[in-house]
């Protein structure tokens, strides 16, 4: 396309629950484990997000396939579920296989800091700051 042009694209309409398959099926290719073991082997609690203790390298992956994912679905004009599933657990398999190629194992990665643990403590650097600022004026 020339620069500056724009494309219209249908939107895909699919179920939370649909949604919810592709991108679990998606994990399961990239860590090569099923999420549960995965959030057991990380140590993350039962009630919590297993991305809240990824690694930076692990968001970026995911992110990666899932970019990689929304546009071979405009570019293939790939439709449904299953044809969406198939695409996104394809790619999910090939950057963990560029992952692995490059000594990578992403379930083998040790977790990264609770990101709700970093923003306490981000917030309360916050007010100590502000506090500071306010003693001085």
Not at 77 to 98: F, S, Y
Not at 107 to 117: C, G, H, Q, R, T
């Amino acid at each position: 396309m020339p620069k500056g042009a724009e494309k219209e694209i249908d939107d895909i309409l699919l179920t939370r629950y649909a949604c919810y398959l592709i991108a679990q099926n998606g994990d399961q290719a990239l860590f090569n484990i099923n999420t549960q073991l995965l959030k057991r082997k990380m140590g993350v609690p039962d009630s919590r997000p297993v991305a809240d203790f990824l690694p930076t390298i692990s968001i970026k992956a995911k992110d990666l396939a899932a970019e990689m994912t929304g546009l071979n679905v405009q570019n293939k004009d790939l439709k449904g579920q299953a044809k969406i599933e198939k695409e996104h657990v394809d790619n999910n398999l090939a950057v963990r296989n560029m992952l692995t190629q490059r000594g990578i194992v992403p379930e083998n990665l040790p977790p990264a800091d609770d990101v709700k643990k970093l923003q306490r403590k981000l917030d309360g650097d916050e007010k100590k700051m502000l506090k500071g600022t306010k003693k001085k004026n």
